[in-house]
C-alpha cells in the first residue's frame, strides 16, 4: 500500500509539472507551413511492383468512393 500511494504521488507531481499551455502552441508556424500547391504525386514501377506516391506521405491510391468501390477494377498497387 505505502508504495502505491508513493507512486501515486510520483505520478502526480510528474503530470503537474508539465505546463497545459506549451500543448496548445502550433508546432509550425502558420506562415511556414507548406501549402497545397506544392503537393505532388508520382509512380513508382519497379522490382514488379507498381503503385503512386505523394509527397505528403500517402502511399497507394484512394478511391473517390470508398463506400461503394468495386475492387476487382480499383487496386491501390500491383504486385
Same mark, same amino acid.
Given at each position: 500500500?505505502? +508504495?502505491? !500511494? #508513493?507512486?501515486? #504521488?510520483?505520478? !502526480?507531481?510528474?503530470?503537474?509539472? +508539465?505546463?497545459?499551455?506549451?500543448?496548445?502552441?502550433? +508546432?509550425?508556424?502558420?506562415?511556414?507551413? /507548406?501549402?497545397?500547391? $506544392?503537393?505532388?504525386? /508520382? !509512380?513508382?514501377?519497379?522490382?514488379?511492383?507498381? !503503385?503512386?506516391? $505523394?509527397?505528403?506521405?500517402?502511399? /497507394?491510391? $484512394?478511391?473517390?468512393?470508398?463506400?461503394? +468501390?468495386? #475492387?476487382?477494377?480499383?487496386?491501390?498497387?500491383?504486385?
Amino acid at each position: 500500500m505505502y +508504495v502505491r !500511494t #508513493l507512486n501515486l #504521488l510520483f505520478l !502526480t507531481v510528474v503530470i503537474g509539472s +508539465v505546463p497545459a499551455s506549451s500543448q496548445l502552441l502550433p +508546432v509550425v508556424p502558420p506562415a511556414l507551413r /507548406g501549402s497545397i500547391q $506544392y503537393e505532388r504525386q /508520382g !509512380t513508382h514501377d519497379a522490382n514488379n511492383i507498381r !503503385t503512386f506516391f $505523394y509527397n505528403f506521405g500517402m502511399v /497507394g491510391d $484512394y478511391p473517390a468512393d470508398p463506400i461503394n +468501390v468495386d #475492387l476487382s477494377v480499383f487496386h491501390s498497387f500491383e504486385v
